[in-house]
């Protein structure tokens, strides 16, 4: 069953946008979420990821800009971009893991170890 995001926009650099990406029928007790991001004529990136205890992963061009959190239920994880960039224009997805208990990557994303994919939200960084 496929993801289901919402958000995403067109914002000034230095803006904020948050994105969210609903799990129908499971938790992250089950299964991680991640969020990656895909620019025209490059492969989708994998920038963060989040499990049952929480606890987000994140790859160096976000950390410190962007924060992955879910509620209480753990059906919901949103994806809060501060400090925007340009470069950070893309077509945002969230997939979940393949896999029942998969860690989140510690590095590399592979997207083979993903599924289920949202439908992608436009962000647009640009003055």
């Known amino acids: 069953v496929q993801l289901q995001q919402s958000g995403g926009g067109l914002v000034q650099p230095g803006g904020s946008l948050r994105l969210s990406c609903a799990a129908p029928?499971?938790?992250?007790?089950?299964?991680?979420i991640a969020w990656f991001r895909q620019v025209p004529e490059k492969e989708r990136e994998g920038i963060t990821c989040?499990?049952?205890?929480?606890?987000?992963t994140y790859a160096e061009s976000v950390k410190g800009r962007f924060t992955i959190s879910t509620t209480s239920d753990k059906n919901l994880v949103y994806l809060q971009m501060n400090n925007l960039k340009p470069e950070d224009t893309a077509v945002y997805y969230c997939?979940?893991?393949?896999?029942?208990?998969?860690?989140?990557?510690?590095?590399?994303?592979?997207?083979?170890?993903?599924?289920?994919w949202g439908q992608g939200a436009q962000v647009t960084v640009s003055s």
């Open positions: 989040i499990g049952s205890t929480g606890d987000g």
């Open positions: 029928g499971f938790t992250l007790d089950h299964y991680v």
């Open positions: 997939p979940r893991s393949r896999w029942r208990r998969w860690p989140c990557p510690t590095s590399l994303y592979d997207l083979a170890d993903f599924t289920s």
